[in-house]
């Protein structure tokens, strides 16, 4: 048409530059596909308009526990012996500088009981992304880079008047890994997660630990820090099972993990420790895309029995609750996947969090955002939706709502009944708030429980958890677990005197013996506790362990980990034993051989001659024998041999690759 072509060149580039950036806006709003999305996100919907979209398993529902705009940007929570929700929520993510800022700990409750929370209470603020929380131990525990602080209200008014630094030292690297999943452990300590790319450097006194990718823990009464197990990606989420077995979920590479302390774990980036024996993930599968964040072991009778005992994990690039079932591997474990729980067909679904609250349904936390990764974050810091956040409870049924209750203001008495709930969440209350009291009246009737066969097993394997969460020794309770025909009794004996780090001498002398337990669980603690007890001799006991675990996929690996720290002061030790003990034939044995001979000082040629004569002698399979040949020739060319040992060895190996097919 003549009016459009008599229009001027230059109003046309102004209308087409307007255009333009308009168009640009309107797609960096919603209409570009955030990092690791198929799909633009789509607009925000209501809290109530998302739960609606959930798909659920026949005979559940998704309700609304709290929303914007009482809850916005949340992180972490947990649950209170009240039943009351503990939340933190955080505006300044992804900000990466350290010091005071906007963000908060409130408190969520439902106080006409009617299943929606009616009442907020800010406990906290100026924090800078807190990342974790835990109650308990007379205050609120909470990971806030670079500290975990302990927060108390002691006058009252329900807000925090107290704040001490329990540790420091966490780094803010990557905010995205930062310390996380504050959890009670099944020992009483205090249990959180550090991300690969998160570099922390924790003193305390004369101790250092310097990490990325790890579990720690905290005893809450002496502060303590030490690092648990160390390996893995991201990790966001810590379960225990009903053994007390720790289970932790991770982003990138595989996604779910036993962790067993002094263990090392696959790394997603990172060096390793010189000579370490990785150990490697429990799954095959994987879920949707690999970005995980919450998990939780679900154990309540508010659902059917298909869906209990079994790992719930939240994932963000998913849009869902993925599931595992575990199932028993000697010492470790292997999961399988189940169906999902939750599909939230909605691209904004952010599933940080998932825990059982006291009417035994699961609860989900979600963050809700358009951008679920770090890229977009720091790619558009502004575009970050900083005024929405969700609770959900998945219902069955018409399961009934939690009545008002205090387990606080409980006997120890009725506590102790507690220990045996259907639902998880009370049982573990019961047993934190009976582990923090400690009356010697009650430890009686607490060990009598444990050892009664007539209880509940469940209830039984809390109690013995309460016993277990003491500093102060009680003997003969002790030599009664180590002796128990039970194996997680005997077990959890070795366990508990591990944590402790002293004995007497008669469960010094049978610590030793369970090195040849029949059960891998307790040849498992066996190698933890070697070192860690004062009076026992490491060395005998470690390679007595490692001879009766060859065929385990796990023990021989936390073995080593745990006697490479004695080389190579004790080398020499180590090829004695070796001689005295025997460990089976088979690749295992070789690959031990290898690894001690990588650890092999310069100056113990007699050692070096003695440990390889062993390894050729021995008929060992092809590809074994291999490996230990290798090994020699690479220690002749670094010359860690000298020319005697050489010649002395030379007919040796000759002898056995003859044998084997492999030399003339």
Partial sequence: MPCRRSIPAVRYGMFFILYVAIACRYATAGDSIPYNQDAPPGPALSAAEAAVRMTVPPGFSVEVVAAEPDLINPVAMCFDERGRIWVTESVEYPRSDAGPGRDRVKVLEDTDRDGRVDRVTVFADGLNIPSGIAVGYGGVWVANAPDILYLQDTDGDGRADRREVVVTGFGRDDTHELPNSLTWGPDGYLYGLNGVFNKSVVRQGDREFEFTAAMFRIHPRTRRFELFAEGTSNPWGIAFDPSGSAFVSACVIDHLWHLVE?????????????????????????????????????????????????????????????????????????????????????????????????????????????????????????????????????????????????????????????LASPNVYFRDQAQRLLSERQDPATRNKLERLVFDESAPRKARWHALLVCCSTDEPHPEFERALLNHADEGLRAWGVRLLGNRGGCDDAAAARIAELARDPSPDVRLQVAIAARKISGLSPMPILVETLSASCDDSLIPRVVWRNLQALLPDQFDALVAELERHPLPLGDMKAEVLRRALECLPADRAKSSGRLLAQALADQIDKASARAVMLAIVDMVREERLNPADVAALAPAAARAMRERGQAP
């Fill in 262 to 418: 002094t263990g090392y774990y696959h790394r997603q980036a990172g060096a390793y420790p010189a000579h370490t024996w990785k150990i490697e993930s429990i799954v095959q599968h994987t879920h949707q895309k690999a970005a995980y964040c919450g998990l939780h072991f679900f154990d309540s009778d508010a659902y059917p029995p298909e869906y209990r005992d079994r790992l719930y994990m939240g994932n963000i690039h998913g849009g869902c609750l993925n599931v595992d079932v575990l199932e028993r591997r000697g010492a470790t474990y292997f999961a399988r996947p189940a169906p999902d729980f939750l599909t939230a067909n909605d691209a904004w679904f952010m599933p940080v969090a998932q825990k059982t609250g006291p009417d035994g349904c699961l609860y989900v936390l979600d963050w809700y955002d358009r951008y679920h990764c770090y890229q977009d974050a720091r790619r558009d810091p502004d575009g970050i939706e900083r005024g929405r956040g969700r609770l959900y409870r998945v219902r069955y049924g018409d399961a009934p709502r939690a009545p008002a209750f205090d387990l606080a203001r409980e006997t120890d008495d009725e506590l102790l009944r507690r």
